[in-house]
C-alpha cells in the first residue's frame, strides 16, 4: 500500500466533487456539496492536500489563509477503512510543511470533543488549546486549537 499525496491550489468543481464525496463517506452530518463549492469558492489561498492509495482518494485536508500569519486548517478526514494507518498525520504533516514555505507563523483549527482522535491528533502534533467558542447552528462547544510553525 503506497500512499500519495496530491496539493490542489484554489477551487474548481472537480475538488468540491472529491471533497463532498470524502465527506459525505466520512461523517455523520457532512458538510453539503452546495457548502463546499460555495465556501471554497471565495477562501483566499485554498490549499487541499489529497492522499490517495492505488489511485484512490482516502482522505483529504483542506485550509486556507486567515491573515498573512495565520493559516485555518478548514476540513479533513481519512476514510474510515483507512483510518489508524497514518493517513491523516501524513496529510496534516504535508499542510504545515507547504503552509510553512509560504511564510504563516500559525496554523489553526477548530474541532469538536466529539470528535476525539482528531483532537488528541492536534495535540500529539503540538496544537495547544487556546479557546472555545459557540455556534448558534450546534448544540456543541468548538475548540480552538492553534500551532506555532
Not at 492522499?51 to 486548517?73: D, P, Q
Amino acid at each position: 500500500m503506497e500512499l500519495e499525496i496530491k496539493k490542489f491550489n484554489g477551487h474548481s468543481a472537480a475538488l468540491v466533487d472529491l471533497l463532498w464525496f470524502l465527506e459525505s463517506q466520512i461523517f455523520e452530518q457532512p458538510y453539503t456539496k452546495e457548502k463546499i463549492d460555495r465556501e471554497s469558492s471565495v477562501k483566499p489561498n485554498l490549499i487541499s492536500c489529497i492522499a490517495y492509495i492505488e489511485g484512490a482518494a482516502v482522505g483529504y485536508k483542506v485550509g486556507y489563509e486567515m491573515t498573512s500569519r495565520l493559516f485555518y486548517s478548514w476540513m479533513g478526514g481519512v476514510l474510515p477503512e483507512y483510518r489508524h494507518q497514518g493517513i491523516a498525520t501524513k496529510l496534516m504533516a504535508e499542510q504545515h510543511r507547504l503552509v510553512k514555505e509560504q511564510g504563516y507563523k500559525v496554523v489553526r483549527t477548530y474541532t469538536e470533543n466529539q470528535y476525539r482522535d482528531m483532537l488528541l491528533l492536534n495535540i500529539r502534533w503540538g496544537f495547544d488549546v487556546v479557546g472555545t467558542m459557540s455556534d448558534s447552528t450546534k448544540p456543541k462547544t468548538i475548540i480552538i486549537l492553534d500551532k506555532i510553525l
